[in-house]
Each structure stands twice: as C-alpha cells, then as structure tokens.
C-alpha cells in the first residue's frame, strides 16, 4: 500500500510487512524514538518476548526514512493479551514519527494491521490506546470497553473493532 504525495499531503511513502532484518530494525527505531525517548518509556519494557513472533507494519518514505510502525500478534500470543480469544488479534505498539504524523501515516498502519489479521481470519482486533488517542481510534471504528489503567506509567483504555 502506498500513497502519493500531493498539496499539503507531505512525501509519499509505502506501508508493508516488515519481513526482512532491516525493516524490522527500521520499525524498532520508530519505536525506540516514539516511545523510549519522547514518552520516557523504559527500554526494557518496550521490546518484550512478543515481537520476535509478532507481524510488524512500517511505513516508509520513498528515500528510506521510517516514518512509523505497528505490529499484529495473533494465535496464542494475541489470546494471552486478549481473554483466550484465539479469534481476536491484538494491535499494539502503533508509533507514528513527529515528523509524520497528520499525514494519514498512523490511518494507513492501522489499515495495513486490519488487513492482516483479515488474511489471519481474525474477527476483530483488540488494542490498549492511551488516552490521548481514543479518539483517533474511535474515528477508525474501536470502541473502548473496561476502566482506564496504566501502561508504563501512561493512562490507556482497552479498544475493540470488529472486522
């Protein structure tokens, strides 16, 4: 998936699977800069067991810049976060650069994460948002159940779309 520049729209970039060593470390960049230096989230929390076996997302600029990431875990991993619900897949670690974001970057992951958990057979998708970003989601079609709870020190509520 890709989408062209145009007025007021910034550059062009592409969002694909992250399958090679190199995107997947173009996507742990994006995050390290998002998450560890921006939001001060500790290092050793934000990579966890579950990205070795998790479908990552980036979207990336005709040049090579990463402008963002997100990845799907599915099957035993998602159930663990999601209830036992081995039908439901879990979005997480949705990371858009200050540089891009109000570009469409964080819309087109999300897109590209909802189509994969599709081809996974996925029924819907669960995700811990924080806060400040339920209402990017909710424009997206997730809607927030359970109380808030903290992640990392930052204020999250549990979401939910179903495919």
Known sequence: MSREPGPNRGPSYEVRV???????EACFAVRKEVFVVEQHVPEDIEYD?????????????????????????????????????????????????????GLGV???????IEEAARARGLAAVDLHAQTHALGF?????????????PDAGIPHRAMRKDL
């Open 18 to 24: 992250a399958e090679d060593p190199a995107d997947r």
């Open 49 to 101: 067991a579950y990205d070795p076996g998790a479908l990552h997302v980036l979207a990336i600029r005709a040049d090579g810049v990463p402008l963002g990431t997100g990845r799907l875990l599915y099957g035993a991993e998602a159930a663990a976060k999601t209830g036992g619900d081995l039908t439901v897949g879990s979005l997480g670690r949705l990371a858009v650069a200050r540089e891009a974001r």
């Open 106 to 112: 964080g819309v087109a992951l999300v897109g590209a």
């Open 137 to 149: 989601y909710e424009r997206l079609g997730y809607v927030t159940y359970g109380p808030e709870f």
